[in-house]
C-alpha cells in the first residue's frame, strides 16, 4: 500500500513492516525535550484462592520517543484517523468500566 505523505513525500506499507502487538494500555511521559509513549498490555494474573479476582499485570511492549513537533503531528494524525473511523464506522464510545471488586474488609450481615 501506498500513500502520499506530507510535502509529497510517498511511502509504502507493506509485508515487510515488522510484528504487530496487541496494546491495552498506554502511559505518555513528557520533559520539556521530548514525549515518551509507553505501550504495554494489561493481562489477569491468578493467585491465591479460585474465585479471586486477578490482579493486572502490566506487560510493557514498546517505548516510543518523540520530539514535541513530532508528537503533534501524531495527534494530527490520530485525530483525523479517528474522525475518519467515526464516520465510516460509527462513534466510538468507551467500554464500560466494570464496579471495582468489594473491600477485604466489608462484610455482609445476615
Given at each position: 500500500?501506498?500513500?502520499q505523505?506530507?510535502?509529497?513525500l510517498?511511502?509504502?506499507?507493506?509485508p515487510?513492516?515488522?510484528?504487530?502487538?496487541?496494546?491495552?494500555?498506554?502511559?505518555?511521559v513528557i520533559?520539556?525535550?521530548?514525549?515518551?509513549?509507553?505501550?504495554?498490555?494489561?493481562?489477569?494474573?491468578y493467585?491465591?484462592q479460585?474465585?479471586?479476582?486477578?490482579a493486572?499485570?502490566?506487560n510493557?511492549?514498546q517505548?516510543?520517543?518523540?520530539?514535541?513537533e513530532h508528537?503533534?503531528?501524531f495527534?494530527?494524525?490520530?485525530?483525523?484517523s479517528?474522525?475518519?473511523?467515526e464516520?465510516q464506522y460509527?462513534?466510538?464510545?468507551?467500554a464500560?468500566?466494570?464496579?471495582?471488586p468489594?473491600?477485604?474488609?466489608?462484610t455482609?450481615s445476615?
Amino acid at each position: 500500500m501506498t500513500e502520499q505523505g506530507q510535502g509529497g513525500l510517498r511511502f509504502s506499507i507493506g509485508p515487510n513492516t515488522g510484528p504487530s502487538s496487541y496494546c491495552n494500555s498506554a502511559k505518555v511521559v513528557i520533559s520539556f525535550f521530548d514525549f515518551n509513549f509507553e505501550f504495554s498490555q494489561n493481562v489477569p494474573v491468578y493467585r491465591g484462592q479460585a474465585g479471586d479476582l486477578p490482579a493486572i499485570s502490566a506487560n510493557p511492549i514498546q517505548r516510543i520517543v518523540m520530539s514535541p513537533e513530532h508528537a503533534k503531528a501524531f495527534l494530527k494524525l490520530l485525530r483525523d484517523s479517528v474522525a475518519n473511523y467515526e464516520e465510516q464506522y460509527g462513534e466510538i464510545k468507551p467500554a464500560p468500566r466494570p464496579a471495582p471488586p468489594p473491600q477485604a474488609n466489608e462484610t455482609e450481615s445476615s
